[in-house]
């Protein structure tokens, strides 16, 4: 059986990746999840073509 704080862990899961998305949209950035690992998109929303992600240093389709 899991304890309450993890429940309430598990639920908040959701609303912190809309505040993770709204953020970096606010930054300026696409913000779109690396498909290949853990970051995001770089660019500025609405570029046409790759994604970039400076801080892993890799583009994706």
Request: proline share 10%.
């Amino acid at each position: 059986m899991t304890s309450s704080t993890e429940r309430r862990a598990d639920t908040d899961k959701p609303r912190g990746e809309q505040a993770s998305l709204t953020a970096g949209r606010a930054a300026g950035y696409c913000w779109t999840r690396n498909p290949h690992g853990p970051g995001r998109c770089t660019w500025p929303p609405h570029t046409l073509g790759r994604h970039k992600d400076v801080y892993a240093h890799t583009e994706w389709p």
